[in-house]
C-alpha cells in the first residue's frame, strides 16, 4: 500500500479551542500526523495538482475567505488565532459582510477550529495527499492511504468545523467521479459524524455516503448524523446513517459497518473512498467508543475482502500516543 503525507501539513497548530464551556488546548496537533508517520515508516511526498480539483468541491467565496481570514483577524487587532463567536441559526442569507467576526461565523459552525496563518497551506496539502492516493488508485493500485491533516469529513462545501477545513473524501469521491468513476461509495467510521460529507452529497445520486458513528442525540456534532437522515432529490436513499450508543466495542460496530457494507455492495461502487478515524478506540479522551488496537485490523479485513479499490483519509483520533499502532493495525488489515 502507498502512503502520502506532505511535511507542510504540520504547519497549523492553533494554540487552544473552545471545549465544554471553556478553552483547552487544542487536540488536532501537528504530533498526531507525526506520530503516524513515524509509525507507518514514512510517506510518499504528494504531488501539486493546483487547486482545481478543491474548487470542484468547495465554493470560490469559502476558499477566499480560509485564505485571507488569518490576515482579516490580525488587521482588526485581534489576538490569537481566529474563532468565530456568533453564528447565523435560523438561516444563511446572501449577505454581504466585511467585519472578519461576521465571516468567520458565515463560514464555520462551531469554535473548536481556529484558524492560523498556516491553515490554509497544511489544509491544502492534505487535499494534495488525498488526490494522490485517489490518482495511485484510478492508476490501479489495490488501496492507498492519505494520512489527511488537518482532517475533512466536518467540512462542508462553505463552512469549516470539527478542525476540519477543507473535505479529503469529498475531495477524493469528486476526483474519482470526473476521473471516469460513475458510482462512488464513502464509508465513514469515524468517531463523530462526517456532516461535511453528507452535505455535499445529500442529493447526489452518483456518491453513496454510509456512517458508522456517535449517535448525535449524545455527541457532536448534534445536528446531523440521526438514522433518518437518507438524502434527497436524485440523493434518496443514497445516504445511510447507523448511529451507536456510547460504550459500543467491536461486536455492534462489526455488525453496523457490515450493514454499511451491504448496502454499498447494492449500490456497486467503482471506487470506495474510507474515512478512517481512530477515536473510536476505548482510550480516546474525547470520545466514547470501546474498540481495541486489534479490532482495527479485524474491521479492516472486513471491508478489504469486498474487494473494491480504496483510499483510506485519516479523519481523527486524539490518543496520540496509541495513534500509530491503531492506525498500523488498520492498514495492516489490507
Known amino acids: 500500500m502507498r502512503y502520502f503525507f506532505s511535511p507542510r501539513q504540520l504547519a497549523h497548530a492553533p494554540a487552544q479551542e473552545l471545549h465544554n464551556g471553556g478553552f483547552t488546548a487544542y487536540a488536532e496537533t501537528p504530533s498526531r500526523a507525526a506520530t503516524i508517520l513515524t509509525a507507518i515508516g514514512g510517506a510518499e511526498e504528494p504531488q501539486d495538482r493546483g487547486e482545481a480539483a478543491i474548487r470542484a468541491v468547495h465554493s470560490d467565496d469559502y476558499l477566499a475567505f480560509l485564505k485571507d481570514a488569518p490576515a482579516r483577524w490580525a488587521a482588526a487587532g485581534r489576538p490569537g488565532d481566529a474563532m468565530g463567536y456568533v453564528w447565523p ?19 464555520s459552525f462551531d469554535a473548536s477550529t481556529p484558524l492560523t496563518a498556516q491553515t490554509w497551506g497544511s489544509a491544502y496539502w492534505s487535499a494534495q495527499s488525498v488526490l494522490a492516493a485517489t490518482h495511485a488508485v484510478l492508476d490501479g493500485a489495490r488501496a492507498a492511504f492519505a494520512l489527511c491533516r488537518p482532517p475533512g469529513h466536518h467540512a462542508g462545501a462553505d463552512y469549516l468545523g470539527g478542525y476540519c477545513y477543507l473535505n479529503s473524501a469529498a475531495i477524493a469521491a469528486q476526483a474519482a467521479v470526473d476521473a471516469g ?154
Open 181 to 334: 468513476r460513475a458510482r462512488v461509495a464513502i464509508l465513514d467510521v469515524d468517531y463523530h459524524h462526517g456532516n461535511g460529507t453528507q452535505d455535499i452529497f445529500w442529493e447526489r445520486g452518483d456518491v453513496f455516503y454510509a456512517s458508522v458513528h456517535a449517535d448525535p442525540a449524545t455527541d457532536y456534532p448534534f445536528y446531523w448524523g440521526h438514522a433518518d437522515e437518507v438524502g434527497a432529490g436524485e440523493g434518496l436513499g443514497i445516504t445511510l446513517n447507523l448511529p451507536l450508543p456510547q460504550g459500543a466495542g467491536l461486536e455492534p460496530f462489526r455488525r453496523a459497518q457490515g450493514l454499511a457494507l451491504a448496502a454499498i455492495a447494492r449500490f456497486a461502487p467503482d471506487l470506495l473512498i474510507v474515512s478512517f478515524g481512530a477515536d473510536t478506540w476505548e482510550g480516546d479522551p474525547i470520545s466514547h467508543f470501546n474498540l481495541t488496537t486489534d479490532d482495527y485490523a479485524m474491521l479492516a479485513r472486513d471491508i478489504a475482502v469486498c474487494g473494491w479499490p480504496t483510499v483510506i483519509a485519516m479523519e481523527g483520533g486524539y490518543a496520540v500516543d496509541a495513534l500509530g499502532a491503531n492506525v498500523v493495525s488498520f492498514l495492516g488489515g489490507f
Open 89 to 107: 441559526v435560523v438561516g444563511r442569507r446572501a449577505l454581504k459582510l466585511d467585519r472578519i467576526d461576521g465571516l468567520i461565523g458565515r463560514y
